[in-house]
C-alpha cells in the first residue's frame, strides 16, 4: 500500500496499483489534521483504513483527526490517543464532531 499526495492536501490510497480510496489533510504551520479518509466500500473491512492511517503518519508525522460516527471512533480509540476537550477547545474553532478528537504521533 502506497499514499499518492496531489495538491491542495488531497490524497490517494493505492494498493497494487489499485486505487482504493483517498482523502485530505489540512495543514499549517504547526499541524496536520486528517479532515477526510474514505475507502472504497468493495474493499472496507481489510484494514486498508488503519494501515493508511499509520502511513499518514510516516508524511504528516503527528497529526488530529475527528470521527463523525461510531464506526471510526471505535477505530481511533484502538490507534489514537483521544484528546481531553480542554486541549482542543483552546484552538478556538468546532473541530469535535461528536465522537471526540484523537491524535496519532
Avoid: C
Avoid at 7 to 31: A, K, P, R
Wanted: proline share 1%; charged share 30%; glycine share 12%.
Amino acid at each position: 500500500m502506497k499514499i499518492i499526495q496531489k495538491n491542495n492536501g488531497l490524497f490517494d490510497i493505492e494498493v497494487g496499483g489499485q486505487v482504493i480510496g483517498g482523502g485530505s489533510m489540512i495543514e499549517d504551520e504547526d499541524s496536520s489534521y486528517l479532515e477526510r479518509l474514505d475507502i472504497d466500500e468493495e474493499h472496507r473491512g481489510k484494514g486498508y483504513g488503519t494501515q493508511a492511517l499509520y502511513l499518514l503518519r510516516d508524511i504528516y508525522g503527528t497529526y488530529y483527526l475527528a470521527a463523525d460516527n461510531a464506526d471510526a471512533k471505535r477505530l481511533y480509540d484502538r490507534i489514537a490517543d483521544e484528546m481531553p476537550q480542554v486541549e482542543y477547545d483552546r484552538w478556538g474553532f468546532a473541530i469535535d464532531q461528536g465522537f471526540g478528537v484523537h491524535v496519532i504521533d
